[in-house]
């Protein structure tokens, strides 16, 4: 089946230091990547979203990159802050059909004052 | 403007019992979703539905019934509890315009299963 693998499951940087995350999904026909930052005891909210027909998009600290070729896209975090500590989680999908999403199986940042 | 809600947020189930999670939006969307949390898993597709009436299976499906009679309304029913039910579920709606999209969470309802 359709499946969306997320590494790595824990990452640790100090405040200031940049951290990636990457995913790599298996439906070739899914063209909507969004990601999902889950605050402890809270629910999963949207910070950003890319689409197949772009290979990467910011928004102020954040990047999203994807090479659909290789199947795989990461979350690119800048100067990172403590409350950027969360769940993250990457999801693939086909946009404009049921809006079904798989996610990756999250990655836990932790950013160190 | 509460958005997404659900109840309860919290519930204790013995095995073989039954029960209904509630989902609402307030915000006229019309695709819905019910997801489980488990850790190391991160958010399986239980059920979603595309519309008023309209229910489909999602991943893990099994287990669960849902239903649609109200646009604003989801329900996630559990007829027979199951140990391997214990989770945190999450009830979704999906605002979309042209190639913009969101999922909206709801805050989870925690489900132990004894």
């Known amino acids: 089946g359709e499946n969306v693998e997320q590494h790595p499951s824990t990452l640790s940087v100090q405040e200031g230091d940049s951290a990636v995350i990457k995913c790599t999904y298996s439906?070739?026909?899914?063209?909507?990547f969004p990601w999902y930052k889950q605050e402890l005891g809270k629910r999963p909210q949207l910070i950003i979203d890319?689409?197949?027909?772009?290979g990467e998009k910011k928004d102020q600290r954040i990047a999203v990159t994807l090479n659909k070729t290789a199947k795989h896209f990461s979350l690119h975090i800048t100067e990172t802050q403590p409350e950027d500590s969360a769940v993250y989680f990457c999801?693939?999908?086909?946009?404009?059909?049921?809006?079904?999403?798989?996610f990756g199986q999250g990655t836990t940042l932790q950013v160190k004052p | 403007n509460a958005g997404v809600t659900q109840t309860p947020k919290f519930r204790v189930l013995k095995t073989g019992q039954s029960m209904t999670l509630l989902c609402a939006q307030d915000?006229?969307?019309?695709?819905m979703y019910w997801y489980r949390q488990d850790p190391g898993m991160g958010l399986r597709l239980i059920h979603y539905?595309?519309?008023?009436?309209?229910?489909a299976k999602g991943e893990v499906p099994d287990g669960y019934n849902v239903s649609r009679l109200k646009k604003q309304n989801f329900l996630l029913g559990l007829e027979s509890a199951a140990p391997s039910q214990t989770s945190v579920y999450f009830c979704?709606?999906?605002?979309?315009?042209?190639?913009?999209?969101?999922?909206?969470f709801g805050p989870g309802t925690r489900l132990l299963v004894l």
């Open positions: 979704a709606s999906r605002w979309h315009i042209g190639t913009q999209e969101t999922q909206y």
């Open positions: 439906d070739s026909a899914s063209n909507y």
């Open positions: 915000m006229n969307h019309e695709y």
């Open positions: 999801a693939a999908g086909r946009s404009g059909n049921t809006g079904k999403l798989i």
């Open positions: 539905s595309v519309g008023e009436g309209t229910t």
């Open positions: 890319i689409r197949s027909n772009v």
